[in-house]
T-cell receptor, first 114, second 109 residues
Framework: DTAVSQTPKYLVTQMGNDKSIKCEQN?????MYWYKQDSKKFLKIMFS???????INETVPNRFSPKSPDKAHLNLHINSLELGDSAVYFC?????????????FGPGTRLTVL | GQNIDQPTEMTATEGAIVQINCTYQ??????LFWYQQHAGEAPTFLSY??LDGLEEKGRFSSFLSRSKGYSYLLLKELQMKDSASYLC??????????WGAGTKLIIKP
């Protein structure tokens, strides 16, 4: 059973479209994250979220929004996609956000904006 | 600003030992992580250090010196499957992980 899963694995779309990436974790963790890994391989935190607090990286455009229907899911919605949004997006989870717990990563979603 | 530095790429021979260094400057420190990432895959956890010294786990060891802002990952008895990127990440005072760009390790027969 996959601990952290993401769908789709690959996403190709046109500029200006709106898309969503889904993430689910079955580890019973309280905190989930979204990361963007660009072509230079830097992992940049976009959001961290638990049932009490959403922490947003201030550099993330407001076209990006996380949606959490329940503790096990944190979906990423992207409006008006731009060429620069092309990257691999990783979802991750940890037991508690405010601790030094290990983060477990999903397989990633490779987004290509044409 | 916050900064994590590690070499971009290293090459080593199968069966040998390699040391991957990481230096950091962050606002606060709540531990340092090493992750392994194979091409096209997700990062996977290798080690965690919060106190000075060496932590050994099989063929992999990780060292930390907080006063120097320095860590290294030591890989022994290298195998071809160890070819991957190795990411150093520091948890800052806000419990946010600050990531280095990773070191691509190439293993040659």
């Amino acid at each position: 059973d996959t601990a952290v899963s993401q769908t789709p694995k690959y996403l190709v779309t046109q500029m200006g479209n709106d898309k969503s990436i889904k993430c689910e974790q079955n580890l019973g963790h309280d905190t989930m994250y979204w990361y963007k890994q660009d072509s230079k391989k830097f992992l940049k935190i976009m959001f961290s979220y638990n049932n009490k607090e959403l922490i947003i990286n201030e550099t993330v455009p407001n076209r990006f929004s996380p949606k959490s229907p329940d503790k096990a899911h944190l979906n990423l919605h992207i409006n008006s996609l731009e060429l620069g949004d092309s990257a691999v997006y990783f979802c991750a989870s940890s037991h508690e956000g405010r601790s030094t717990d290990t983060q477990y990563f999903g397989p990633g979603t490779r987004l290509t904006v044409l | 600003g916050q900064n994590i530095d590690q070499p971009t790429e290293m090459t080593a021979t199968e069966g040998a030992i390699v040391q991957i260094n990481c230096t950091y400057q962050t606002s606060g420190f709540n531990g340092l992580f090493w992750y392994q990432q194979h091409a096209g895959e997700a990062p996977t956890f290798l080690s965690y250090n919060v106190l000075d010294g060496l932590e050994e786990k099989g063929r992999f060891s990780s060292f930390l010196s907080r006063s120097k802002g320095y860590s290294y990952l030591l890989l022994k008895e290298l195998q071809m499957k160890d070819s991957a990127s190795y990411l150093c990440a520091v948890m800052d005072s806000n419990y946010q992980l600050i990531w280095g760009a990773g070191t691509k390790l190439i293993i040659k027969p």
